[in-house]
C-alpha cells in the first residue's frame, strides 16, 4: 500500500529535518501526523517553554532559522539584549518572536487550555500542515544525573552545553503522564501505513515518548511497519550529544548500539551508507540510504526511501 | 533654602517632564526623590506591567521614545507582530524592549522581591539618577466605573482609548496599601525642601498616591511647601482625558477647578500664562509660568520655576 497514516515520533533539529521531508513527499490529503517529545520542555521565566514542539513547527511552517539551526528565521533580539542589561537571566536565548510564542501559549495553558490544542492553533496559524502532537498534555521533564547531581534537560543541554557527564536519564512524570489520545489512537488506526522513528537521540528524545504508559504495548499491537531512521553515522552524531551520551553510558556510538537500544520494537532500521558494512549484523531488517539531510531535496529523499521501506516491509 | 530633598509625585507622560527637568536642575547630590502612582498597573499577558514607573524610568534615563511620546525609543515589534499572528491579546502595545521589564519585573515579584527593589534595580542598570520609587509596594488598581460597569483602569484608558463615560473611580487596594516607608521617611525628613506634585492627571495620577492611608496626613504634617503645577492650561489637558473626565464630573476644566480639588493640599500652584488672568482668584498662592514643556529647556525653565517658587514660600 502507498497511502494510509504515517505516524512519525521526533524531537528536534534531526527530526525536524525528515517530518519536513515526509510532509513535503507524502499527499496534502494525508498528512503525517507528527508527534513530539515534550521531555525539553521547561519553565523558564515564568513561561513554559516546548523546544522540540516549537522547531517542529518552525521547520514545518519554513520559518526556522537555517543559519543557528534553531529557532526563527528573520528574528530580532532587543528582548534578550535587554533582559542582559537588566540582570535576568539569559543562558537561554530566546528571539522576540519565539518569545511571542512562549508567552501566548503560557497564557493559554494557564487558562486551562491543552499543550496540544494551544500547538494545534498555532500550528494552524502559521500554515503548518502536517498535524503537530505532543506526546502527552501531561507534563514530562526530563532530568540528567551528573557527578553533581540531578540537573534539568536544559540546565544541562544549554546552560551546561552538555559538558557534565551523563550518568542517568529520568523522565519525570512520565510514569503519570496519559499518551495523547490522538497519538494512540493512531496506532491503532487501521489506515495506519508506517510509524517513522525520526533520527533524534534515542535517549534524550525518543526514549520519553516510548516512557509514557501504554505508548511501547501500542507500538507492540500496533500492525503497520516501526521503522527508524539511525541518528548515527559512522560513529558520530550529526548533531548534539547523542554520540557523547552513549560513550557515557559504555555504549559504542554506533548503529549496532541504535539498533540494540530500540530492540524489538523495531520492524526496519535505515542506515547510512557509511555504515552499509554491519547492515547484516544487526539483528533488524536494515536499508542503507543517504541520511544525512543537508538540503531540501535530502530531506524529501530521505523521506521518500524511509516510506518505500517501510512500504516493503508491509504489515506484520 | 536652595538645597535640601526634594520629592516629586508624578504619574506619566506629563508628570515624567518635569521630573526629568528636576533631576537635571538639582545638585546630582541631591538628585529628587520621585514617587509614582501605581494604580494603572495591571497584570496583562500574565505580566506585570507599570506604565507610570516605566514611563518614569525610560524618560528619566533617556530612553523614552518622543516620536510615540510613550515606550522605548531604538524599539522593535517582533513580539507584537508575532502575538498577533497567534491571535494573542494585541491591544496593549509591547515593544520587544519594553517586554523584557515586564517579564523581569514578573519574575522577580513572583520571586517575592518588593516591586521597590526591582524598581531601584532597573533604574541603576538603566542608569537613572534619581530614586524612583512607587507610592507602595502593596497593588492598588484604578477602576472605572462607566455605563457599561467597573472596568480596569488599562481596559478604559487603552483599549476603549478613554471613551467611555467616567461616572465614578476607584482605587482598589489603596486602603489596604502601605505608604512606602521611604516615601513618608522623605514627607518628614528635617531636609525636605519642596514637594512637587508634577502635571499629572489630579483624578487618575495623583489622588491613588493620596489616597494610600497616612499620605494626606503626612502632607499636612509636613512643614516644607507643597506646590502642584497645573495639568490644565486654557480649559485643556496637554494630553490625555484630564479635561474630558473632569467634564464628565461636571467640573469645568480650568485651572480653578484643579486648585479647588487638591485644597488645602497644596502651599502653592504653578499656572500657565494661559491662565494668569484668574490666579488671584485661585484661593491658593500662584506662579505664572510656561507649563507646556515642549523641549528639555522648558523642562529645566519649569523645574527652575517651580523650585523658586516653593524656596519663596518657605517652610510654614
Known sequence: MTNGLVVALSGGIGGAKLALGLSRVLPPEEPPLIVANTGDDFEHLGLSISPDLDTLMYTLAGLDNQVFGWGRRDETWSFMETLSQL?????????????????????????????????????????????????????????????????????????????????????????????????????????????????????????????????????????????????????????????????????DPSVSEVARHYGDLLDGLVIDHADASVADALGVRTAVAQTLMTTLADREALARGVLGFADGIGRT
Not at 551523563?166 to 491503532?188: C, I, K, T
Not at 501500542?218 to 548515527?232: E, Q
Open 87 to 251: 540582570g535576568g537571566e539569559d543562558w537561554f536565548r530566546l528571539g522576540d518572536r519565539d518569545l511571542a510564542v512562549h508567552l501566548e501559549r503560557t497564557r493559554r495553558l494557564r487558562d486551562g487550555q491543552t499543550l496540544s490544542a494551544v500547538t494545534a492553533d498555532f500550528a494552524r496559524r502559521l500554515g503548518v500542515a502536517p498535524r503537530l502532537l505532543p506526546m502527552s498534555d501531561d507534563p514530562v521533564r526530563t532530568r540528567v544525573l551528573t557527578d553533581s547531581g540531578w540537573i534539568d534537560f536544559q540546565e544541562y543541554f544549554v546552560h551546561q552545553q552538555c559538558r557534565p557527564v551523563v550518568r542517568e536519564l529520568a523522565f519525570e512524570g512520565a510514569a503519570a503522564a496519559r499518551a495523547h489520545p490522538d497519538f494512540l489512537g493512531a496506532l491503532a488506526d487501521e489506515r495506519l501505513r508506517a510509524v517513522v522513528i525520526c533520527p533524534s537521540n534515542p535517549f534524550i528524545s525518543v526514549d520519553p515518548i516510548l516512557a509514557v504508559p501504554g505508548v511501547r504495548a501500542a507500538f507492540a499491537a500496533c500492525r503497520a511497519p516501526i521503522v527508524a531512521v539511525s541518528p548515527i553515522i559512522g560513529g558520530k552524531a550529526v548533531k548534539g550529544p547523542t554520540a557523547k551520551i552513549m560513550g557515557e553510558f559504555g555504549l
